[in-house]
Nanobody, 115 residues
Framework: QVQLVESGGGLVQPGGTLRLSCVASGNIFSDMIMRWHRQAPGKQRELVATITQSGSTYYDDFVKGRFTISRDSAKNTVYLQMNTLKPEDTAVYYC?????????WGQGTQVTVSS
């Protein structure tokens, strides 16, 4: 079993920044592919960013150049640095770990971008 705990969400003005954190426990962090997804009200959950075990990163087009995913193996933590936030980035953001062919989810953290 893998447990994921997100933090760092909140209310921010357009153009602002936030950094989300996700602490993983219960398995070897270095074996995990880590992802951030988000789900806006009335919309399907969508993949935002991925970081592999080796540190390769992938982003969806709508966040490329604004968001950065990173991982700290010493802290078993994955981060999502979000810059130049837009109102359309408002959503619940979920941390996702994939390891040993299984997928695990955190409880989500709310990000609201509004003036």
């Amino acid at each position: 079993q893998v447990q994921l705990v997100e933090s760092g969400g909140g209310l921010v003005q357009p153009g602002g920044t936030l950094r989300l954190s996700c602490v993983a426990s219960g398995n070897i962090f270095s074996d995990m592919i880590m992802r951030w997804h988000r789900q806006a009200p009335g919309k399907q959950r969508e993949l935002v960013a991925t970081i592999t075990q080796s540190g390769s990163t992938y982003y969806d087009d709508f966040v490329k150049g604004r968001f950065t995913i990173s991982r700290d193996s010493a802290k078993n933590t994955v981060y999502l640095q979000m810059n130049t936030l837009k109102p359309e980035d408002t959503a619940v953001y979920y941390c996702n770990a994939i390891v040993a062919l299984r997928s695990y989810w955190g409880q989500g953290t709310q990000v609201t971008v509004s003036s």
